[in-house]
T-cell receptor, first 110, second 118 residues
Framework: DQQVKQNSPSLSVQEGRISILNCDYTNSMFDYFLWYKKYPAEGPTFLIS?????DKNEDGRFTVFLNKSAKHLSLHIVPSQPGDSAVYFC?????????FGTGTSLTVIP | ETGVTQTPRHLVMGMTNKKSLKCEQH?????MYWYKQSAKKPLELMFVYSLEERVENNSVPSRFSPECPNSSHLFLHLHTLQPEDSALYLCASSQGVGTGGRTGNTIYFGEGSWLTVV
């Protein structure tokens, strides 16, 4: 039973425009939400997170939005840069448990 | 550099071999994890150790055997693997939270060990 879904396996965006990556979940038990970025042949690296008591967290070009009623998480990257091309995973956390989405492959076109 | 180091980065082994993957974390965390990533599949949790005690084993076949001698080191012993076990094996660590804790937890991954079973 997949608790976390990233319904878009891939996304292409022009350099300088906004990239929006989405993540949906089914269970309300999670209290912390994270985004990770992964290049080929490397492990995922932590990008940004948000607590369940907030609806927005911003860090430079990256903003994470949380809509608890819709059980929806999104990551906005603006402006997008070619170096942002990677696979992005959302992750949901409760205690020591982490549940990961299947990933969205972002390509930023120069 | 994430503070989690995995060796070897690449491993090719036959089905009758015995090998081990090693992980070391320099972050002072007290929870460590093994994940498996196969092509086009979500990350699969294999094992979780918290304070050196195994707290979760997601029905992983016995040909995978974890060992956590202390809070900084984690091993994955491999024996009589199958070709379908070929994948990227990721070690990770987190600070860990106790029961009832409300603090968010962030997990940090190593670079991964690419395993090919021939």
């Amino acid at each position: 039973d997949q608790q976390v879904k990233q319904n878009s396996p891939s996304l292409s965006v022009q350099e300088g425009r906004i990239s929006i990556l989405n993540c949906d979940y089914t269970n309300s038990m999670f209290d912390y939400f994270l985004w990770y970025k992964k290049y080929p042949a490397e492990g995922p690296t932590f990008l940004i997170s948000i607590s369940s008591i907030k609806d927005k967290n911003e860090d430079g070009r990256f903003t994470v939005f949380l809509n608890k009623s819709a059980k929806h998480l999104s990551l906005h990257i603006v402006p997008s840069q070619p170096g942002d091309s990677a696979v992005y995973f959302c992750a949901l956390n409760t205690g020591n448990q982490f549940y990961f989405g299947t990933g969205t492959s972002l390509t930023v076109i120069p | 550099e994430t503070g989690v180091t995995q060796t070897p980065r690449h491993l090719v082994m036959g089905m009758t071999n015995k090998k081990s993957l090693k992980c070391e974390q320099h972050l002072g965390h007290n929870a460590m994890y093994w994940y498996k990533q196969s092509a086009k599949k979500p990350l699969e949790l294999m094992f979780v150790y918290s304070l050196e005690e195994r707290v979760e084993n997601n029905s992983v076949p016995s040909r995978f055997s974890p060992e956590c001698p202390n809070s900084s080191h984690l091993f994955l012993h491999l024996h009589t693997l199958q070709p379908e076990d070929s994948a990227l094996y990721l070690c990770a660590s987190s600070q860990g939270v106790g029961t009832g804790g409300r603090t968010g937890n962030t997990i940090y991954f190593g670079e991964g060990s690419w395993l090919t079973v021939v």
